[in-house]
């Protein structure tokens, strides 16, 4: 039976990408800012890709790019409401777009979302209790 491993994200900018994603957390060597394909290990064993649009190109003339924050919506669970304030307030801050502001969520959840250099959502949350 086939086992899920891993989602990949398309990117414009390769270095660009993987510098917002490392903000959060995931370990990848600078090296890899020059590749086309990129592979980094998460907790749970799952692989998170990185592929280049030209990369993608390469592989079938009829692939054709997402538009921005359409195929892909990660979450990063922080340690508790501060760190989702923090962690927003440092991505704002290094020049990435927020699109919602850190609030305590119906559900239960201190909630924020940030968009990578692609316009992919990223969420950031932890229990408010």
């Not at 060597?29 to 649009?53: C, I, K, Q, Y």
């Not at 997402?66 to 990063?76: C, D, E, K, N």
């Not at 501060?82 to 850190?102: C, H, K």
């Amino acid at each position: 039976m086939p086992r899920f491993d891993a989602i990949g994200i398309t990117v414009k900018d390769m270095g660009r990408s993987l510098a917002f994603y490392r903000r959060l957390g995931l370990e990848m060597p600078d090296a890899a800012d020059a590749e086309s394909h990129v592979s980094a290990d998460l907790p749970g064993g799952l692989r998170l890709m990185f592929d280049t649009v030209e990369l993608m190109r390469s592989l079938g003339p009829e692939w054709e790019a997402p538009g921005p924050g359409r195929g892909v919506a990660l979450a990063f669970l922080c340690d508790g409401p501060g760190q989702v304030d923090d962690t927003y307030a440092s991505l704002v801050e290094a020049g990435y777009t927020g699109r919602t502001a850190p609030f305590d969520a119906f559900w239960g959840q201190r909630y924020a979302t940030v968009l990578d250099p692609d316009g992919n959502p990223v969420d950031l949350f932890a229990p408010l209790a």
